[in-house]
């Protein structure tokens, strides 16, 4: 039992333990995936409008570069010319830096198109430096011509280049793209399998859980069953014992009369007779002896009377239960000076004799309480019998009690008895209140101890 | 004076022996039968028709008030005393209303006996002392717990002695005879007592003289 316990514990813990551990692993993983995509997305984005911004430099330097070489070529002025030249020159170092530049972001795929792009801007600008020492005439002679035949092929051919390293750039975009739904994908299938983990290990835990918690439950069932047959068992055992007890007191107390009270009463008259027969001379001589005896007798003969009374009134068999319980009464108002009411309401002679019993031995505990504790000038008992059952209070105006604190063997004892009867006690009573005791005892159902 | 024909019942034999010695050693009393349980009991004063009956109340096969009444219902003239080991007003009510004039505990002395037995011949009531000490203590007690005047105090003299002379024992006729009144006023007399004291039989009229120790 012990060992069980302590491993349905274990279970219980591993399992439990288990679920939270995979339930935080699972949301950490979760969340470093989603923040790892945010940041692959993030950083995709981010070269891309980088290369488009070089790109689109390269593309306009490219642009300018033709603009200024046919402005130098075509422009008769000196002065606009020289400027021209000078913007070239700058244009030159500009574009050197931001492919260089590019460069340090380009990709293995982009090689081939960039080298082509290097290739084709040394060449232009090697194309054009004597270009740039050509005089006033020779630039009007033969400029128009080199700018249709070199700088006008040169642009195309580098903004097709350019093209191309944009497409490869947009090309990459896509391929990043991929990746990303490729880790989508992979985060997606961690989640299942999590998930599925969680199920199982659930399901496990619930099933262990489920069973542990009905063999509990059966287990206090049966439990409870053995306590209450238990406590049957205990409560029939004192009905009996109850029933026993005043069986013996019964048959003690018919003996004590009948036999020793006649014997006694016996001597009695024997000894009057005794000293009756005696010749007068010495009847006084005799008479003097007798006298102490007889009164011994007497006294015995009360003793046992009283005794007799004391174990079982003969009232309750010879007489019924009223004469009884109003014997009672005198005998109480005899010795503590209470005035006893009794009154009875239509009480049958026929009462089953244990029920006779046990109304007359409640009344009496109750009687002995009132006259040891209450303190009561009064007490009222009455006995009130309906079609099923018979009522019976006592009630005095004594000082009262806390019932929840004081119950000696008497109220227990009288609450045993009842209950042996299959009917109920309730005691009422509060400090400076008196206190009234009611029971209800059913009139056909048999006692418990009977079965 | 003549012999008194006596019927004595009592399942003890010593004590029933004893009580025979006892009895015979008087002047004029006879015990002319004896009995051991109460049916023997009535048989046998139906048969020798004795003009008292002593008998004792716990008696197997029929108790000593049961075999009272009996003879009391067969022969009304039969004068009863119980023995009994009970002081208690129960068992007196119980034996009065059966038809017994006398209650006698038994454990009274011989003088005892002997005065119930004549008093019971004689058509009057008889108590053993102790009982009706204590049957006037407790009345006593009750009136002054209730705080009550005693309803005796309502009687007129005449009906205090009506009630008198009934609770002696006297019938009816007795006491028209000796009053000198007509039975129908006796009769109304007697209606009036039970009325005013709230009583209701013969046998509570007589407990409540000895109560009051208007007889003893
Ligand atoms: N009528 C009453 N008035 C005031 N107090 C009472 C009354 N009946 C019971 N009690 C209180 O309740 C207590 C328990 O009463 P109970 O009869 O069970 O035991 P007990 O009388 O003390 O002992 P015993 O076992 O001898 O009867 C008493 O000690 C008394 O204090
Ligand atoms: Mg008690």
């Known amino acids: ?451 | 004076m003549s012999t008194i024909r006596i019927l004595l019942a009592d399942d003890h034999n010593v004590m029933r022996r004893g009580l025979s010695a006892l009895l015979e050693r008087q002047e004029g009393f006879s015990v002319v039968a004896e009995a051991a349980d109460g049916r023997e009991a009535v048989e046998l004063a139906l048969a020798v028709k004795p003009e008292v009956v002593v008998i004792d109340i716990a008696m197997p096969n029929l108790n000593g008030i049961e075999a009272a009444r009996r003879i009391h219902e067969k022969r009304p003239e039969t004068a009863i005393v119980i023995l009994s080991m009970h002081a208690d007003e129960g068992y007196v009510l119980r034996a009065l209303n059966a038809g017994a004039r006398g209650y006698l505990l038994k454990d009274s002395p011989e003088e005892d006996l002997i005065r119930a037995i004549r008093a019971a011949h004689a058509g009057k009531a008889f108590f053993s002392p102790e009982i009706s000490r204590m049957l006037a203590e407790d009345y006593m007690r009750q009136m002054r717990q209730r705080g009550v005047e005693d309803s005796y105090e309502l009687l007129t003299p005449r009906e205090r002695e009506v009630l008198q002379m009934l609770a002696e024992g006297n019938s009816n006729k007795d006491l028209a005879t000796k009053l000198g009144l007509s039975l129908y006023t006796v009769e109304t007399h007697r209606a009036n007592v039970l009325e005013k004291l709230n009583l209701h039989s013969s046998a509570e009229m007589i407990l409540y003289a000895v109560r009051k120790g208007i007889v003893t």
């Open chain 1, 1 to 451: 039992m012990r060992l069980f316990q302590r491993q349905s514990r274990t279970v219980l813990f591993i399992g439990f333990g288990g679920l939270l551990a995979l339930m935080v692993f699972a949301g950490v993983d979760g969340l470093r995936v989603l923040r790892r995509m945010q940041d692959r997305s993030g950083s995709i984005q981010r070269e891309f409008l980088e290369r488009g911004r070089v790109l689109n430099q390269i593309r306009s330097d490219v642009y300018l570069s033709g603009t200024y070489a046919r402005d130098y070529l075509l422009d008769p002025g000196r002065s606009a010319a020289d400027r021209s030249k000078t913007e070239l020159r700058r244009l030159r170092r500009e574009m050197d830096a931001t492919l260089a530049n590019y460069a340090q972001l380009m990709r293995p795929e982009e090689r081939e198109p960039l080298e082509g792009l290097r290739r084709n801007l040394n060449e232009y600008w090697q194309a054009l430096d004597p270009v740039l020492l050509w005089g006033a005439d020779q630039r009007r002679g033969s400029g128009y011509a080199f700018v249709r035949d070199v700088v006008i092929p040169r642009r195309r051919a580098m903004l097709s280049l350019a093209d191309e390293i944009d497409e490869v750039n947009r090309r990459q975009v896509s391929t990043g793209n991929a990746r990303l739904t490729d880790l989508f994908s992979e985060f997606r299938y961690r989640l299942i399998v999590t998930l599925m983990l969680t199920l199982a290990l659930g399901s496990l835990l619930a099933v262990f859980a489920t069973r542990r918690i009905l063999a509990l439950e059966s287990q206090t069932t049966s439990q409870y069953t053995e306590v209450t047959e238990a406590r049957g068992q205990l409560r029939s055992l004192s009905a009996r014992l109850v029933k026993t007890q005043e069986e013996e007191r019964r048959a003690l107390s018919r003996e004590l009369h009948d036999e020793v009270g006649q014997s006694l009463s016996a001597i009695l008259v024997g000894l009057s007779n005794l000293v009756g027969a005696t010749p007068a001379e010495v009847r006084s001589l005799v008479e003097r002896e007798a006298a102490p005896l007889r009164r011994l007798v007497e006294g015995n003969v009360r003793t046992v009377r009283n005794l007799t009374l004391l174990l079982r009134p003969s009232m309750l068999d010879d007489l019924g239960l009223i004469p009884a319980l109003e014997w009672q009464g005198r005998e109480a108002s005899r010795h503590s000076g209470l005035r006893v009411d009794i009154s009875a309401e239509a009480v049958s002679d026929e009462l089953p004799e244990e029920l006779k019993t046990c109304v007359y031995r409640v009344v009496q505990e109750a009687l002995t309480n009132v006259a040891r504790h209450a303190e009561a000038q009064s007490v009222r008992i009455v006995v009130q019998q309906e079609t099923a059952r018979l009522l019976l209070s006592i009630q005095d105006d004594g000082r009262g009690f806390d019932i929840a604190r004081s119950k000696g063997l008497g109220l227990l004892g009288m609450e045993e008895r009842v209950r042996g009867m299959t009917g109920s006690l309730h005691v009422r009573s509060e400090t400076g209140m008196g206190t009234l005791i009611s029971v209800v005892l059913p009139l056909r159902t048999h006692p418990r101890g009977n079965e």
